[in-house]
């Protein structure tokens, strides 16, 4: 085993370097698959999702790792190269006319398929959202 504090030759150096980015690479790739495999089997959907996640976490330790200093100044570097772009985005619409509309089931469909018991309302539990939609005005004059 070569000890890489006395070594100074700079070609076993580098091959050493590779073989152990190759042991790497193989370790990442065992640890996606075996993330894959525990997601399966604890049922959770998407388990490429998850994959995906380690990956990523893995891709940006790395570049904290090889450059600390970089990944900061980048972002910084980046976010004032931009100016910002007056009038996108959501705009706030404080003259329209708000129209609330509830969506309820008929009395027909409130019975459970599965077992035939009733389907009553989860109290608390709401989905609210927000759209907006063009009106056609005609007029007659």
């Given at each position: 085993?070569?000890?890489?504090?006395?070594?100074?030759?700079?070609?076993?150096?580098?091959?050493?370097?590779?073989?152990?980015?190759?042991?790497?690479?193989?370790l990442i790739t065992?640890?996606?698959?075996?993330?894959?495999?525990?997601?399966?089997?604890?049922?959770?959907?998407?388990?490429?999702?998850l994959q995906l996640?380690?990956?990523?976490?893995?891709?940006?330790?790395?570049?904290?790792?090889?450059?600390?200093?970089?990944?900061?100044?980048?972002?910084?570097?980046?976010?004032?190269?931009?100016?910002?772009?007056?009038?996108?985005?959501?705009?706030?619409?404080?003259?329209?006319?708000?129209?609330?509309?509830?969506?309820?089931?008929?009395?027909?469909?409130?019975?459970?398929?599965?077992?035939?018991?009733?389907?009553?309302?989860?109290?608390?539990?709401?989905?609210?959202?927000?759209?907006?939609?063009?009106?056609?005005?005609?007029?007659?004059?």
């Amino acid at each position: 085993m070569v000890e890489l504090s006395k070594e100074h030759d700079l070609e076993t150096l580098r091959q050493i370097s590779l073989l152990l980015d190759r042991e790497n690479q193989r370790l990442i790739t065992k640890t996606l698959e075996l993330t894959a495999e525990v997601a399966r089997l604890q049922g959770l959907p998407n388990p490429e999702q998850l994959q995906l996640a380690v990956l990523e976490d893995l891709q940006q330790r790395r570049a904290q790792l090889l450059h600390p200093s970089a990944a900061p100044a980048r972002a910084a570097s980046a976010a004032s190269k931009r100016p910002a772009q007056p009038g996108h985005g959501p705009r706030q619409q404080p003259t329209l006319p708000v129209v609330e509309i509830r969506h309820e089931l008929p009395p027909s469909d409130r019975q459970c398929p599965a077992c035939g018991g009733e389907l009553t309302e989860m109290t608390g539990q709401t989905e609210t959202s927000e759209r907006i939609t063009t009106v056609k005005l005609t007029y007659s004059g």
